[in-house]
């Protein structure tokens, strides 16, 4: 574990000085790429502008907004069509068709409807995220023990008490999974909507150091954006990790 | 054994160093196998079998000694030995079908392909898998898949062929089988053998010789001899009153090496002729 | 009769959709929802005419290459990587970081050094789409069995066929599941970079649609873009059961 953590550590400062050297020695433009401590520099300008704080959370706001709203449809409409007899069936090539539909092509229609507004970012993130959860929930819905189905059947319970007791627990795991590949295509659907669509947030900020020249903001923007994606990762693993303390692949992960 | 032996393990020992922790597992191994000879490796779990297997196959160096295969020291697997692993599921490419992973060693030695034809053929006629060439490993049964390895095995035409456990993890009516199958190969290909196993009766019936293990750091406790017919059948030869004794004198080592002795006095093993080695000049 | 019946449940609900759709819109007089007709109508003007070749193949072929060179790129560095403990802690945490970074924000990157040609779309495509591949390819590389390594060292199999037969087919189910996520990367980056800076190209055709508010011709451009992306899920799921045949059987028996 030691090993590892030094060596990470040792790899992380051999890249952020080879991105320091690339330009000094001139093997790269400074131009296009400036030295790794001038981006640190100008990242260190924009902390102190009220103008990048409220940009990432502006970012902040459309990805956890979009992201939310994709959960709770995804989960509620994935726990419908799972439970009801035969609905799966039916929706199943429907869902097959829309969902390799890529989000992007919704651009023109998000900018017509509602403008440069954050609206328009999160049509783009609910609509990508949307099927990331609701995918994953139908697995897990299928995955359920037909025993453990038939039991809490024939204990007369309710509907609801069955989803609360069967259904939830073992869809968990693959709700967690649709979560956190949710979270990451919400983040890239929420960049590229304020890049190109010019909503408020992170992305616009990119887009518009980019076309006043102001290189080395860029990459520190980008560097942030690129933390951002980290702290999303990481915490959601770690959220998997709690909320499935119970579950066997975990279990066996933390055993080892 | 006055010639020059197939294999030699000369004084191996083997250190495992993870920090500034030093594990010795084996202490002082010291055997020979002649051409055309089946022998055994028992001793109780934790004796250091798989160790010495590894170390024997070129896939770990030795601290100390060396490994000989056909007089040249080995380092890394040697050109003309074949390993039957105990874990079949694991050691058959689930991608290709039987029939490639029994071809695949044999297009790596560049045989050529009507002769890699022939030897494929022969070696899954060999284990009793003539019609199952197409099929993948995983659509066979434990026992079958071990076959599929052991053919893989017979049609590289090894000089040695290692076997670690191979029958450990397979019920027993098709241990028996394959035991049936290893001596039948053996008797017909005359081909050399060295079979580790943990189980007392399965180094008595298969071997010519049962080496016994100390518990690790390993040491040879004893080389039994096992003067029983060569002609071995599983309900003749195990009702054999030698077979008993032999077996209930391994079984007598074993529980000693559990004990943790490292050396047998001579007198005190009755019933098996113990071959004594001399280090030898090399 | 069942196969009627099964045919029956696939298609009921897309076809009751779309004629929804059609009869829903076609007395309609929003300008932003024209009727499904009328969208249907400029097809054959809009794309048939030249489009097909001078826009939408353009795009496909910038896709096939920045795809392809991310594969090429991606997977063998990532089976490297996945071989050594050591060197895969060393870069863990800088390809954490790299992949975690949004691949559409490379584009105004990648402008600055290539320009807004087609070298930028193609360098924006593998640049992003890398990611997934290599690091799920170090994640194959790592759940091959130990003891394959051992057999494959025993019949002293060459590094190349050690490569092919070994690390290549063992790593396949997770080199798929990287490779899936980046084709959907690489679609979203393809028209991004259109829509950004280009002259011709999809993203760019139906953003040119949207800015002269012919509403009609920028929603069937929508459509194919839709369509597109249903075939290339379409033949991705192909080419996946044909490479993975040997893992869905191996799946479907434990």
């Given amino acids: 574990m030691r090993a590892s953590w030094r060596r990470g550590l040792i790899g992380t400062a051999a890249f952020t000085a080879l991105l320091e050297l690339l330009p000094r020695t001139g093997l790269v433009d400074p131009g296009y790429l400036p030295t790794a401590s001038t981006i640190a520099g100008a990242l260190a300008g924009e902390l102190s502008r009220e103008a990048f704080w409220s940009a990432l959370l502006d970012t902040v706001r459309g990805w956890a907004t979009g992201l939310g709203v994709a959960i709770v449809t995804g989960v509620a409409v994935g726990v419908v069509v799972g439970v009801v007899p035969g609905l799966r069936a039916l929706t199943a090539s429907t869902v097959e068709f829309l969902r390799p539909i ?114 080395e903001t860029m990459y520190g923007l980008v560097v942030v954006a690129g933390l951002f994606g980290v702290v999303v990762n990481l915490s959601i693993r770690a959220a998997e990790r709690r909320a499935l303390r119970w579950h066997v692949s975990v279990r066996r992960e933390n055993a080892v | 054994m006055t010639l020059t032996p197939v294999l030699a393990v000369d004084h191996v020992k083997k250190v495992y160093t993870t920090g500034t922790r030093h594990v010795e597992a084996v202490r002082d191994l010291h055997f020979d196998v002649a051409r055309g000879e089946l022998v055994c490796v028992v001793g109780p779990s934790g004796a250091g079998k798989t160790t010495l297997l590894r170390c024997i196959a070129g896939l770990m160096d030795v601290t100390a000694g060396e490994v000989r295969l056909e007089g040249s020291a080995i380092s890394g697997p040697p050109r003309g030995m074949a390993v039957v692993f105990q874990e079949y599921g694991r050691s058959l490419f689930p991608w290709m079908t039987v029939r490639g992973n029994v071809e695949l060693p044999l297009k790596e030695k560049k045989v050529p392909r009507a002769r890699r034809t022939v030897l494929v053929d022969e070696a899954l006629a060999t284990v009793g898998l003539d019609h199952v060439h197409d099929s993948y490993p995983w659509q066979l049964s434990g026992g079958m898949q071990q076959r599929v390895a052991i053919a893989r095995a017979v049609a590289y035409e090894p000089h040695i062929l290692l076997m670690d456990e191979p029958f450990a993890a397979v019920d027993a009516q098709t241990r028996a089988d394959l035991e049936d199958l290893i001596r039948e190969l053996w008797a017909r290909l005359r081909v050399t053998v060295l079979f580790v196993t943990h189980d007392i009766d399965e180094a008595v019936y298969l071997g010519e010789r049962v ?72 | 009769m069942r196969f009627i019946r099964s045919i029956a449940i696939v298609t009921i609900l897309p076809a009751g959709l779309v004629t929804a759709w059609w009869f829903v819109s076609l007395g309609s007089d929003n300008f932003f929802w024209p009727p499904l007709r009328d969208i249907l109508g400029t097809v054959p003007s809009t794309w048939l005419e030249g489009r097909l070749q001078a826009d939408v193949g353009p795009s496909l072929l910038r896709l096939a290459v920045g795809y392809l060179l991310a594969l090429l790129i991606g997977v063998p560095t990532g089976l490297a990587i996945g071989l050594s403990t ?49 690091l799920n390819s170090v994640e194959g590389a790592r759940a091959i069995d130990e003891v394959l390594h051992d057999t494959t060292r025993i019949y002293r199999l060459s590094p190349v066929s ?93």
């Avoid at chain 1, 929930?137 to 059947?153: C, F, K, S, W």
């Avoid at chain 1, 979560?179 to 304020?194: D, S």
């Avoid at chain 3, 679609?187 to 280009?198: G, K, R």
């Fill in chain 3, 86 to 134: 050591p060197l895969r802690q060393y870069c863990e945490p800088v390809f954490e970081f790299l992949r975690s970074i949004p691949p559409p924000v490379l584009v105004p990157v990648i402008i600055l050094f290539a320009g807004i040609g087609d070298t930028m779309k193609v360098v924006v495509i593998a640049f992003g789409c890398v990611w997934p591949i290599l």
């Fill in chain 1, 102 to 215: 890529p989000s992007v092509a919704l651009i023109p229609l998000a900018v017509l409807m509602f403008g440069t507004s954050m609206e328009s970012t999160l049509m783009l993130i609910v609509y990508a995220s949307f099927w990331q959860v609701l995918v994953q929930v139908l697995d897990g819905v299928r995955d359920i023990d037909p025993v453990t189905h038939e039991t809490a059947r024939s204990y007369g319970f309710g509907v609801f008490t069955r989803i609360r007791v069967v259904v939830w627990p073992t869809a968990l795991p693959h709700v967690m999974t649709g979560m956190r590949l949710a979270a990451t295509v919400a983040l890239v659907l929420a960049i590229t909507g304020e890049l190109v669509i010019g909503s408020p947030g992170l992305g616009r900020q990119i887009a518009l150091a980019q076309s006043a020249g102001a290189v």
């Fill in chain 3, 162 to 254: 050690r490569f092919r037969h070994l690390l290549l087919r063992g790593a396949s189910p997770h080199i798929v599941t990287g490779a899936r996520q980046a084709l959907s990367i690489a679609v979203i980056l393809v028209v991004i970079s259109e829509m950004f800076a280009a002259s011709n190209g999809l993203g760019f055709t139906i953003v040119q649609f949207q800015r002269s508010f012919a509403i009609p011709q920028m929603w069937s451009g929508i459509l194919l873009l839709g369509a597109i992306g249903v075939t290339l899920a379409f033949v991705f799921r192909l080419v996946e059961n044909r490479v993975l045949a040997w893992y869905f059987g191996l799946r479907r028996k434990q």
């Fill in chain 2, 211 to 282: 080496l016994v293990l100390s518990n690790s750091p390993t040491v040879v406790l004893e080389d039994v001899r096992i003067d029983l017919p060569g002609e071995r059948d599983q309900l003749g030869t195990r009702a054999l009153p030698r077979f008993a004794e032999l077996r209930a004198h391994v079984y007598g080592l074993v529980q000693q090496a559990k004990r943790g002795v490292r050396a047998v006095p001579a007198d005190a093993s009755p019933a098996g002729q113990t071959l004594q080695y001399e280090r030898k000049p090399s």
